[in-house]
């Protein structure tokens, strides 16, 4: 249930992360940064704002402290708009001890992004046109998703809107569903032709279900759109490997974002989730208005813990960032960030921009 308070007047009070917006982006490790931001703009249609980088500390422990990741990890770092409102950061780490294969679908760590197409039809020919994807075989209920894995091996699916699918939910509360049908008339040539609506959720499998849907509506602020479901049965011979046992849930993160979390049924293939600096390392960003708020806020939640203090980037295409990682009880990495839009140095380099909130506040729907 959604976390509220009452006040004197007995107007419900909604609560969570202190000033939250939105999800900001989502980052992702690499195993090759160019790779990536080829695929995400090339055949998604995403448009790359900036790169950064290398981001390292020689001589310190400024990486150990603030991104939880080796003294000596070095990384390149790039931000790719996708979708209307959505932004994905790409990391490209080389680092001691480094893992370079990610975790499965339903290790603790797995994970996957879910793109919503006006036509499934249309946006699998034009995945096959690109000849780049590894495409899974048909869903056990035809017309409502379609998985497929980039040419470095990250899980990504196509989900048409308005269908029900194997759990018997139709999105209606996508941010998507009033743009069916609609042409997006700032869509790119690459959008148009894979008919991209945006991402529709973000998927992270996690230890325990119960706790971090509880970490996501109590400390956070989520909505739950869907409650856990047994496992399906399926007729699409389990496509991934792994996904066949496991109960979901989804949540409403912010005005145009969902959050699918899923119970890892092979957990103990892996000692830990992987490090931002391992290929497939993730974490979540949240826009807030007040950083410092945020984070003193979060400083009290059991089983978290700020990565630092609050800092402000003073150089490079993002200078004026405001930001703090912090590490959850539930193993998902998680970051805050308030962002000037508008007078961020990459954009007098690129007409490209960042998805921002604009005047949308945490609770509000499109």
């Given at each position: 249930m959604l976390n509220v308070s009452t006040a004197a007047s007995s107007t419900p009070v909604l609560t969570g992360l202190p000033t939250a917006r939105a999800v900001d982006h989502y980052a992702f490790t690499v195993p090759d940064l160019d790779e990536a931001i080829a695929f995400f703009t090339g055949v998604l249609g995403g448009e790359l704002c900036y790169r950064e980088g290398p981001v390292e500390d020689a001589d310190g422990d400024w990486m150990t402290r603030k991104l939880g990741v080796h003294a000596r990890a070095r990384a390149q770092v790039a931000l790719v708009r996708l979708?209307?409102?959505?932004?994905?950061?790409?990391?490209?780490?080389t680092a001691p001890g480094q893992i370079t294969s990610p975790p499965g679908p339903n290790d603790v760590g797995g994970h996957h992004l879910a793109l919503m197409v006006a036509d499934l039809d249309t946006a699998e020919e034009h995945l096959r046109r690109s000849a780049t994807v590894r495409l899974g075989p048909a869903d056990a209920f035809p017309g409502t998703r379609r998985w497929f894995l980039t040419p470095w091996g990250m899980l990504l699916s196509l989900r048409g809107p308005g269908r029900q699918d194997d759990r018997g939910f139709v999105p209606a509360t996508t941010p998507y569903a009033d743009a069916i049908g609609?042409?997006?008339?700032?869509?790119?040539?690459?959008?148009?032709?894979?008919?991209?609506?945006?991402?529709e959720h973000v998927s992270y499998t996690v230890a325990d279900l119960a706790a971090a849907t509880a970490f996501f509506t109590d400390v956070l602020g989520a909505e739950p759109v869907e409650s856990p479901q047994r496992p399906a049965d399926?007729?699409?011979g389990h496509w991934p490997p792994g996904t066949e046992h496991s109960r979901r849930t989804l949540l409403?993160?912010?005005?145009?974002?969902?959050c699918e979390l899923i119970q890892s049924g092979t957990g103990a293939l892996r000692s830990r989730p992987p490090l931002n600096s391992d290929v497939g390392g993730h974490h979540l960003a949240f826009y807030v208005?007040?950083?410092?708020?945020?984070?003193?806020y979060l400083r009290e939640?059991?089983?978290?813990a700020l990565m630092g203090e609050p800092e402000t980037i003073t150089q490079g295409p993002i200078a004026g960032?405001?930001?703090?990682?912090?590490?959850?009880p539930i193993g998902i990495q998680m970051e805050i960030i308030n962002m000037p839009d508008g007078s961020l140095p990459y954009e007098a380099l690129t007409s490209a921009r960042r998805a921002t909130p604009g005047d949308l506040r945490w609770h509000d729907r499109p």
């Open positions: 979708g209307p409102y959505s932004n994905l950061e790409l990391f490209e780490y609609i042409a997006n008339a700032k869509a790119n040539a690459v959008e148009r032709s894979l008919g991209l609506l945006g991402v399926r007729s699409d409403r993160t912010g005005p145009t974002a969902n208005d007040d950083v410092d708020a945020a984070a003193a939640q059991e089983g978290v960032d405001r930001w703090l990682y912090f590490s959850t």
